[in-house]
């Protein structure tokens, strides 16, 4: 991330979301972003997966410049290195949680989606459910849905928004566990926005905003 910057103009002016944020991530590593309501932590998650793109600065993602491509171009090099996993899951709910699963996996083109959607729904616990529904679905197990999804395709870098936010304690630990665990496994470098400073503590990187600047950058 080069000089992130984000500017917005209302009814009352301008408006600077992000004010030239800039820092690097390394391979594999995992990072928590803070900063109360307001800063910019997700205007940044969103930035950072092309899905939002700034007013200023550059993106570069193993060395390509993100927002130097078109936007079908963009879309594509999301789908083959980025995951992201909503607060909100974001599961298509007329699909059950094996089709969830399988359909980035279906639009990349894999001839295996089946069986790697069922092996990944396996190792996030949920082999009993694949075709359950997002409706009938906890919401600890709706975000093992979506974390599945994010992972089965195995990204380079994997962006989550609150991720246990709206989970109990224990739902949230297991979930905190959980990602952790596949990113162990798969070197994907994992970036979570959270308010929960015990989560954060567990990252070997925090970044804390404070109206849309970075304050500081902590190494575990």
């Known amino acids: 991330m080069r000089q992130l910057r984000k500017t917005v103009f209302d009814a009352t002016g301008q408006f600077d979301i992000l004010r030239d944020v800039s820092f690097a991530l390394q391979h594999g590593q ?9 800063s910019g932590k997700s205007t940044l998650l969103s930035i950072m997966a092309g899905l939002d793109t700034p007013s200023s600065g550059t993106v570069v993602l193993d ?3 993100v927002f130097a491509l078109d936007e079908d171009t963009r879309a594509a090099l999301r789908a083959q290195k980025i995951g992201f ?7 298509l709910g007329h699909l059950n949680a094996l089709e ?3 359909l980035p996996l279906e ?3 894999h001839g295996d989606a089946r069986q790697r959607a069922t092996e990944m729904l396996a190792r996030v616990g949920l082999a009993q459910r694949t075709r359950a529904y997002p409706r009938v679905l906890s919401g600890g197990e ?16 994997l962006l989550a928004d609150e991720p246990t936010g709206s989970l109990d304690y224990a ?8 990602m952790l665990q596949l990113n162990q496994e798969q070197g994907t470098t994992l970036v979570l926005v959270t308010h929960d400073r015990g989560i954060a503590a567990r ?7 404070e109206a849309g600047a970075i304050a500081a950058i902590d190494q575990s």
């Open 203 to 209: 990252c070997q990187q925090r970044i804390t905003l």
């Open 142 to 157: 709706q975000q093992r849905v979506a974390l599945a999804r994010a992972f089965v395709v195995q990204p380079a870098l």
């Open 100 to 102: 969830n699963v399988m």
């Open 171 to 178: 739902t949230g630990e297991s979930v905190m566990q959980l």
């Open 107 to 109: 639009l990349a083109g």
């Open 63 to 65: 060395g390509q410049d």
């Open 85 to 91: 996993v909503f607060q909100s899951f974001q599961l």
């Open 30 to 38: 995992t990072v928590a972003i803070v900063g109360a309501s307001g």
